[in-house]
């Protein structure tokens, strides 16, 4: 079966500008995750989403990160503005249900200058 | 919320030897226990699991304790090999929507 994609799989932008990623879980997968890992640390959760709902997004720094999975499928995180501070690997994992196993994409290296 | 902590951040054996990776959890509500393993530029996947109801869980050559009163578990690789080298993470979950909560990750470099 598929994995988890995502894409881009790197992207080097300026601080102050905006950057965007996707995600496309496996298929049938109703809960999806985002994680921000920051290099040498273990994943940290940004956002849960139980279908097209958010479950849990009490780590997501709302003021610049927003996410979206409109049609309880595919999803976009979003960085609006960017910092130095985000330069990280985000990773999209999604599992069969709430307690299933997760299972990680790639993930997308950001790099802010 | 929970705060899991794992050790040691580095650690290096020598083939054939045994390696142990411990973590602990705050919440007592935690009863999902996975650990996950990242070779370098690569995905986490997951290599065993324990919940909360089983103290201990074995797939060949790698095994997880759990106890609960204490609230640590712990993984146990034997007969390690050069492909063991990796990022090893352990991660709780509380209940059954609650988010995972990672542990800062285990280098384990086996030499041979």
């Known amino acids: 079966e598929a994995g988890v994609a995502q894409s881009p799989r790197y992207k080097i932008i300026e601080k102050r500008q905006s950057v965007a990623f996707w995600c496309n879980p496996i298929?049938?997968?109703?809960?999806l995750y985002w994680y921000q890992q920051i290099l040498g640390q273990g994943p940290k959760l940004l956002i849960q989403?139980?279908?097209?709902?958010?479950?849990?997004d009490s780590q997501l720094p709302k003021d610049r990160f927003s996410a979206e999975r409109l049609k309880g499928v595919d999803s976009t995180l979003k960085i609006q503005p960017a910092k130095l501070e985000d330069s990280a690997v985000y990773l999209c994992?999604?599992?069969?249900?709430?307690?299933?196993?997760?299972?990680f994409g790639e993930g997308s290296r950001l790099t802010v200058l | 919320g929970e705060n899991v902590e794992q050790h040691p951040s580095t650690l290096s054996v020598q083939e054939g030897d045994s390696a142990v990776i411990k973590c602990t959890y705050s919440?007592?509500?935690?009863?999902?226990f996975p650990w996950y393993k990242q070779e370098l530029g690569k995905r986490p996947q997951l290599i065993i699991d324990?919940?909360?109801?089983?103290g201990e869980k074995k797939d060949q050559r790698i095994a997880v304790t759990l106890n609960k009163t204490a609230k640590h578990f712990s993984l146990h690789i034997t007969e390690t090999q050069p492909e063991d080298s990796a990022v090893y993470f352990c991660?709780?979950?509380?209940?059954?929507?609650?988010?995972?909560?990672f542990g800062a990750g285990t280098r384990l470099t086996v030499k041979p």
């Open positions: 919440d007592s509500a935690s009863n999902y």
């Open positions: 324990i919940r909360s109801n089983v």
């Open positions: 991660a709780a979950r509380e209940g059954l929507v609650r988010d995972m909560r």
């Open positions: 989403f139980q279908n097209n709902g958010v479950v849990d």
């Open positions: 298929s049938g997968h109703a809960t």
């Open positions: 994992a999604s599992s069969l249900g709430a307690i299933g196993e997760l299972f």
